[in-house]
């Protein structure tokens, strides 16, 4: 079965990079994502990569994919306290209704 | 602006109450899906639906019924509402085999409280 697996807290100064790793299981992943949630809000899709992509770069995200190891991380430059949030990674596969299997969440917290 | 709607941001109820928790997509997407959120656990899926009058259990479908009479609607029912289902719920939709390249919208999430 699936599993994803994420630290649950990270702790970063403004300005600095932010690393949010994710691991996970299914080999048949399709596409992998990340969502942000921000205080009391639902979940918010950020970016998405496909199975057969290395690397994508959007903005101050860049999402790195190491298929081999099953390992996706999502690094935001210039940190600033307005990244403070949950982040999700969460893993798709062929199937009835494209389901999504979630990580843990990873709350990051970006100190002044 | 595209969006999942969920009838309530917080909900409290008693101990055997019957709950419903409605959501209401304007995306005409044919699949949803019901999620609760626990600190540390992540999102764990309870039912989804590809389709009108379709259900699937999820992971935790104990507890929990669901209904979907219209494609727009998504309803999460709790026979009778117990203090270990005291939770956050999200509700999401996505387009039949584009739920892949584009992900879920979600709602704004329902934290229920059982007392």
Redo the contacts between chains.
């Keep these: 079965g699936e599993d ?1 697996e ?1 630290s ?1 807290f990270l702790s970063v100064r403004e300005g600095d990079s932010s690393v949010i790793n994710c691991t996970y299981t299914d080999s048949s992943s ?2 992998l ?1 990340w ?1 942000k949630q921000e205080p ?6 950020l970016t ?1 990569i ?1 199975s057969n992509m290395d690397m994508k770069q959007d903005q101050r995200l860049t999402v790195l994919l190491n298929k081999k190891d099953k390992h996706l991380s999502l690094r935001i430059a210039d940190t600033q306290t307005g990244d403070s949030a949950i982040y ?1 990674c ?1 893993e ?3 199937g ?10 990873t709350r990051l917290q970006v100190t002044l | 602006d595209v969006k ?1 709607t969920q009838s309530s941001r917080y909900l409290v109820k008693r101990t055997g109450e019957k709950v419903f928790l409605e959501c209401v997509q304007d995306m005409d997407h ?2 949803m ?1 019901w ?1 609760r959120q626990d600190p ?4 764990r ?1 309870i039912y ?3 389709d009108v009058k379709m259900k ?1 259990k ?1 992971d935790i479908p104990e507890g929990y019924s669901v209904s979907r009479e219209k494609k727009e609607r998504f309803s999460l029912i709790l026979e009778s509402a117990s203090t270990n289902q005291t939770s956050m719920y ?1 509700c ?1 939709s ?1 387009s ?14 329902t934290r229920l409280t059982v007392v």
């Design positions: 994803v994420q649950l399709t596409y994502y969502y009391g809000a639902g979940l918010q899709l998405y496909f999700f969460a798709s596969y062929t009835t209704a494209s389901k999504l299997t979630f990580g843990t969440g | 999942v044919e699949n899906f999620y540390g656990l992540g999102l899926l989804f639906s590809y699937e999820g999200l999401a996505s039949l085999g584009t739920g892949g390249s584009f992900g879920y919208t979600f709602g704004s999430g």
